[in-house]
């Protein structure tokens, strides 16, 4: 959950030490930031299984759990952090200058990082970061923090993919403008305008398919019908005999038809020749399983994460599954439900 405003913190920099040091401070705030997310994501005994630091991607495959006030917590978090922080740089500014000479001091920030060269410099700044990270972060355009809060308190009301949904467009039409003062101004606020827009509606295409899924299994979702091949297979024979156009992915069994690797036909593409009398096997590569037991709609961030996943039953595979695949079962749901 980390859009920050890097092209505000960054404009008019001057070079070297204090640069570097400024940066420094900056990236300490952000790891904060995004660690009071994930504290209180695992007091409610959440996985917390990486931190995004970066706008790009990712923000779609945290597992956010639907459970409003949860997620509205969690996304207080970070920016609840920052003011917490910004008080204290006031509490500790007040006892060395007035407070009423405060904003004047943030204001006249012309050359940012000229301040770290002392200590009375370095509590502005940090005052400065914390209040630009807490105030940007909560700007409601889903999926930044404040979307997301805007998102949990619909959710209380209204149906979770509706909630969704409203918050989806309202950060669209934030992100426009954005987008359009970046054009005439800050590239960054271009970036994070197009980012909101990528990323939002990726996240509503992941809750749109959680609930089409309802109760299904991933058993139940599966495709069951798969083009096994021999692992004792040299290439030449894969190519020449076995290998169809469409089908991507082979999964590679041993004489006993245990399936031991999964065949990608894209892993084959720029071999050269002399791999012609190399057996199958050899190039194939793991696989990633899942539990059919399990409820496709817990597992659908997994899923679509992956390419390919084979479906196992008591220790039997039974099918597999991919995000091209999950996305037809939705629709089909979809169809059925309407
Ligand atoms: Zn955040």
Redesign the pocket.
């Known amino acids: ?2 859009f920050f405003a890097w092209g505000w913190l960054s404009d008019g920099l001057v070079s070297g030490l204090q640069t570097l040091v400024f940066f420094i401070i900056i990236f300490t705030i952000v790891v904060m ?2 660690l009071s ?1 994930s504290i209180v994501a695992i007091l409610n005994g959440i996985k917390v299984t990486r931190i995004i630091l970066l706008p790009i991607g990712g923000v779609a495959s945290i597992e956010i759990p639907e459970k409003p006030i949860v997620e509205l917590m969690m996304s207080i978090a ?2 609840f952090f920052n003011f917490v922080m910004a008080f204290l740089c006031i509490l500790l500014l007040s006892m060395v200058i007035p407070v009423a000479e405060i904003p004047a001091m943030l204001t006249s920030l012309e050359e940012p990082s000229m301040l770290v060269s002392s200590a009375q410099g370095i509590l502005v700044l940090l005052l400065w970061i914390n209040m630009m990270l807490g105030l940007f ?1 909560l700007v409601p355009a889903f999926p930044m ?1 404040g979307g997301r809060i805007f998102r949990s308190i619909l959710a209380l009301f209204i149906d979770y993919t509706r909630a969704t949904r409203i918050a989806v467009n309202v950060g669209r039409i934030i992100a426009t403008v954005m987008v359009v003062l970046g054009l005439f101004g800050n590239p960054w606020l271009l970036v994070i305008g197009a980012l909101i827009f990528l990323v939002g509606g990726q996240e509503y295409q992941v809750v749109r398919l959680r609930h089409s899924l309802g109760e299904l299994t991933v058993a139940q979702i599966a495709a069951k019908r798969m083009d096994y091949v021999n692992g004792d297979f040299t290439l030449r024979e894969f190519l020449t005999q076995i290998a169809k156009p469409g089908v991507e992915f082979y999964p590679v069994v041993n004489e006993s038809k245990a399936i031991m690797s999964v065949l990608w036909l894209e892993d084959l593409r720029g071999l050269g020749q002399e791999n012609l009398d190399k057996p199958i096997k050899k190039l194939a590569r793991k696989p990633d399983v899942v539990d059919g037991k399990l409820l496709a709609h817990d597992m659908v961030t997994n899923l679509l994460a992956k390419e390919f996943v084979l479906v196992i039953e008591s220790g039997h595979v039974i099918g597999y599954v991919t995000p091209e695949h999950l996305n037809e079962i939705a629709r089909f749901q979809g169809i059925l439900k309407a």
């Open positions: 959950m980390g930031h995004e997310h970070g920016p972060n923090d």
